[in-house]
């Protein structure tokens, strides 16, 4: 993990506290694959808030919603967010953006530097994520494996470019202590469980203390307040939505993974994300 700024001497300045917090993306910080007993979701975005002081004591928003992708972030979510002068805003995005055909890695970095740089202009800590070899937690078969790989290699390369331009602190998801265990993934493998949650609230927490803030009360990886999960759950989350996402998904991949395996049969080294366009 990296952080905004060199963690404090002891005796230098008191942690700064937190006053405002946004969190910003997709699905995951929507907080699915999260659920709560009495419907809906809960999600890191809550969890990371109790962290950071008492109940009403930090301004929330979270202006994420399902599907999004980068240029989502900066036309429809962007605004909101600045209006909560936000002391430190959470993005977790990028995702959506590697499944589908018109995958633009420039297009991409444009509104991704775009987004950290209003929202650092507006006086935030801005923490993003750094992603994972997805393919290692959901199945696929080979030639769109490798394609979400290469993906996801191009993601992870702008992300490593903002975080670099901007200073702003990046959780990385690859190297996250248990992060590819099976705990960690809700029924779908596309989200976190609740642990999964926990432990990316716990580590931005974390980065947050490494850049001098406050963080009270440290997110604990154990269980509670969210609702069981079942093997009816996993049934009917195969049958009514794996199998068709899988299906649609993988249309959007498949003329990518083609270029891919026919390079691979000529002996040709693999196409990056940038090159296939």
Same mark, same amino acid.
Request: no cysteine; aromatic share 6%; glycine share 12%.
């Given at each position: 993990?990296?952080?905004?700024?060199?963690?404090?001497?002891?005796?230098?300045?008191?942690?700064?506290?937190?006053?405002?917090?946004?969190?910003?993306?997709?699905?995951?910080?929507?907080?699915?694959?999260?659920?709560?007993?009495?419907?809906?979701?809960?999600?890191?975005?809550?969890?990371?808030?109790?962290?950071?002081?008492?109940?009403?004591?930090?301004?929330?928003?979270?202006?994420?919603?399902?599907?999004?992708?980068?240029?989502?972030?900066?036309?429809?979510?962007?605004?909101?967010?600045?209006?909560?002068?936000?002391?430190?805003?959470?993005?977790?995005?990028?995702?959506?953006?590697?499944?589908?055909?018109?995958?633009?890695?420039?297009?991409?970095?444009?509104?991704?530097?775009?987004?950290?740089?209003?929202?650092?202009?507006?006086?935030?800590?801005?923490?993003?994520?750094?992603?994972?070899?997805?393919?290692?937690?959901?199945?696929?078969?080979?030639?769109?494996?490798?394609?979400?790989?290469?993906?996801?290699?191009?993601?992870?390369?702008?992300?490593?470019?903002?975080? #670099?331009?901007?200073?702003?602190?990046?959780?990385?998801?690859?190297?996250?202590?248990?992060?590819?265990?099976?705990?960690?993934?809700?029924?779908?493998?596309?989200?976190?469980?609740?642990?999964?949650?926990?432990?990316?609230?716990?580590?931005?927490?974390?980065?947050?203390?490494?850049?001098?803030? #406050?963080?009270?009360?440290?997110?604990?990886?154990?269980?509670?307040?969210?609702?069981?999960?079942?093997?009816?759950?996993?049934?009917?989350?195969?049958?009514?939505?794996?199998?068709?996402?899988?299906?649609?998904?993988?249309?959007?991949?498949?003329?990518?993974?083609?270029?891919?395996?026919?390079?691979?049969?000529?002996?040709?080294?693999?196409?990056?994300?940038?090159?296939?366009?």
């Amino acid at each position: 993990m990296t952080a905004e700024t060199i963690a404090p001497l002891p005796g230098a300045e008191p942690a700064r506290v937190v006053r405002g917090l946004v969190v910003l993306g997709d699905s995951t910080p929507v907080g699915i694959g999260d659920p709560l007993p009495g419907g809906g979701w809960r999600g890191f975005g809550p969890l990371l808030l109790g962290s950071l002081g008492a109940p009403g004591a930090v301004r929330y928003a979270n202006v994420s919603f399902p599907g999004a992708r980068m240029a989502d972030v900066r036309r429809r979510q962007l605004g909101a967010a600045v209006r909560v002068r936000p002391d430190v805003a959470v993005l977790v995005v990028g995702m959506n953006d590697t499944l589908r055909s018109d995958f633009d890695p420039v297009a991409l970095t444009e509104d991704y530097d775009a987004v950290v740089a209003a929202l650092r202009a507006a006086g935030a800590t801005v923490l993003t994520v750094r992603f994972h070899d997805h393919s290692r937690v959901f199945w696929l078969p080979g030639p769109l494996r490798r394609a979400l790989r290469v993906r996801i290699n191009e993601l992870n390369a702008v992300t490593d470019a903002v975080v #670099a331009r901007h200073r702003i602190g990046r959780l990385d998801l690859d190297t996250l202590p248990g992060g590819y265990h099976r705990a960690a993934w809700s029924v779908d493998r596309l989200h976190p469980s609740e642990l999964g949650h926990r432990m990316l609230a716990r580590g931005f927490g974390e980065l947050l203390s490494d850049a001098g803030f #406050a963080v009270p009360h440290p997110v604990s990886l154990a269980r509670g307040g969210g609702r069981e999960i079942t093997a009816a759950h996993h049934l009917l989350w195969l049958v009514l939505k794996g199998l068709p996402w899988v299906w649609r998904r993988g249309r959007d991949l498949v003329p990518y993974a083609a270029s891919i395996a026919l390079r691979e049969l000529a002996g040709a080294p693999a196409l990056s994300a940038r090159q296939s366009h």
